[in-house]
């Protein structure tokens, strides 16, 4: 980081702690620190192996078994991606996070991430508008459960509470945002007067949508990114550097101002 930083990051801990409502967003840029690469760009599964149908969700439903087969015993892109979350662990920006809701400043977290690492780093408030990789969801009564609560001998696996089909609570393209979670990121949205915007350009609604939200309304945005993205401009700071360097920084000041 450059020279200005230290007063920078000062800034950016002062507003953090004059604010009554602070939540996070982050995106594939966090996760890339925990060796999970984006979907996009260079070196991306979906660069690499082709972008996956824009009706996975419609798929899905019109076959159900076939869609589970393919999950239960994944080849190609999907074995990939399997393989690369069940081995990705949270990084100093995960933890730095769950450090500023522990001392009460954070109030939740809204992740594009639907590979449970601010969960597995101890954040509670978290709110996963692309679904849990690690969570199955009914379709029918929006329930979800840890994947080895389901019994997958018939599939599709049926919900216990509601016998409804049972799909990933990663959202699929095509699949709408469960109403659940959506609803609470407006609320929240609503609620917050800054927003931490760490690893994502935030160019995908819904996500782009909150941090508009709260400018709109004069609350401040707090952007952590190696690179200058769309919202650049509607921040009021900004911190260039990567969410594992930044955050702990952020903390650390926010820590030694309150
Ligand atoms: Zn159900």
Redesign the pocket.
């Known amino acids: 980081m450059e020279s200005s930083a230290a007063d920078d990051l000062d800034r950016a801990a002062e507003c953090i702690l004059r604010s009554r409502h602070v939540i996070a967003l982050t995106g594939a840029g966090l996760s890339v620190e925990s060796g999970i690469p984006p979907f996009r760009g260079p070196g991306g599964i979906w660069t690499r192996y082709g972008e996956p149908p824009m009706d996975g969700y419609q798929r899905f439903l019109a076959d159900p078994v076939k869609a589970w087969e393919e999950r239960l015993d994944p080849s190609g892109p999907m074995r990939e991606l399997w393989e690369t979350l069940s081995a990705a662990r949270p990084n100093a920006g995960h933890r730095a996070l769950v450090e500023l809701e522990e001392l009460g400043i954070l109030r939740c977290t809204i992740t594009q991430n639907v590979d449970d690492l601010h969960r597995a780093a101890g954040s509670r408030a978290v709110l996963e508008i692309h679904g849990n990789a690690t969570l199955i969801r009914?379709i029918?009564?929006v329930?979800r459960f840890p994947r080895k609560a389901i019994d997958f001998a018939t599939l599709p696996p049926r919900?216990p509470?509601?016998d409804?089909i049972l799909k990933s609570d990663t959202v699929a393209f095509g699949e709408p945002i469960p109403p659940d979670v959506l609803g609470r990121c407006f609320e929240e949205a609503e609620l917050a007067d800054c927003m931490l915007v760490a690893g994502t350009s935030a160019t995908v609604y819904p996500a782009a949508q909150f941090p508009i939200t709260i400018q709109e309304r004069g609350g401040d945005l707090v952007e952590v990114n190696p690179y200058e993205t769309e919202l650049t401009a509607l921040c009021q700071h900004t911190l260039r550097g990567t969410a594992g360097e930044v955050l702990p920084r952020i903390v650390e000041r926010v820590r030694a101002l309150r």
Do not use: R, T, Y
């Open positions: 009914c029918q009564c329930e919900c509470l509601c409804g």
